[in-house]
């Protein structure tokens, strides 16, 4: 549930250098910690056009090093449920959208990320090839969500599945 490793290599090889270059512009310092890190991605999807002047800027990026950016200017950025881990993907619950979505992690699993079930999170998932990936960057809630709650979401994933509406890729 995870990228192969020469994939996550080249995802990282290029969102890294984006969000350091976000919070470069933005604070006038180098990234010193996964906080850093998580304000810059936060600063990203408030304006995905920051990746245009990124662009710009590195004169050496290649066709498919730009596909790969403009796919993170189509991410989405907001509070999910982590449901559960299949044998091929995690799945995470939009709180806006109640869409379901079919995501791996970079070099972690979700599962690793977020190890409880229906834990509340704040992430960034994107398309990344012909799948979602998680950004790896969380924010996570030290919330409880109850009996009925789990039982309603339970019910919808089920409705969701049977129906054949799990997100694996997200539409611009």
Partial sequence: MILPPEQAQEFLTLYRPLLQFIFLKE???EVKSLDNYIEAR??????????NAFISREENLNKHQKIILKNIQNGIKETFVYLKTLKKHSLLLSSSSNLIYCVLGITDSIEQLIPNKFSI???????????????GLMRHYNVTIGKNMRKNINLQYKIVKENNRLIKYINS
Wanted: net charge negative; with cysteine; hydrophobic share 45%.
């Fill in 121 to 135: 999170v704040d992430t960034a998932i994107l398309n990344f090839g012909n799948q979602i990936i998680c950004d």
């Fill in 27 to 29: 604070f006038r310092e």
């Fill in 42 to 51: 936060d600063i990203l999807f408030e304006d995905t056009n920051i990746v």
